[in-house]
């Protein structure tokens, strides 16, 4: 499910986030699939993608008109995990309400 505005987009990668760090709850932002998608990713780059996730939900919510930071935040999480669906879509949807693209 593609986040519909930058709200829901935050909380798509805040859920993701808990789901990577094993954290419980993790809301209602993830369907199964996607939990799978996120559970199915190397136990060691988890965390590693969970950090990346985190560095780039601070800026949303602290510096969301930093473009510059957001896109290369977007850019690294991208090369690195742009494979796995969840958060693929995220990124389309921090593209779309964040870097106006």
Do not use: C, W
Not at 40 to 50: F, G, I, M, N
Not at 93 to 98: D, E, G, L, P, Q
């Amino acid at each position: 499910m593609s986040p519909k505005n930058a709200d829901e987009t935050i909380s798509k990668v805040d859920s993701m986030i808990r789901v990577l760090s094993k954290a419980s709850p993790h809301g209602n932002a993830l369907d199964q699939d996607d939990i799978k998608a996120l559970n199915d990713v190397e136990s060691e780059d988890q965390l590693k993608l969970a950090d990346r996730l985190e560095d780039m939900i601070i800026l949303l919510k602290d510096e969301p008109d930093n473009k510059r930071k957001i896109l290369e935040s977007h850019d690294l999480v991208m090369d690195e995990f742009g494979h796995v669906g969840p958060v693929r879509d995220a990124l389309e949807s921090v593209k779309t309400y964040f870097l106006g693209k």
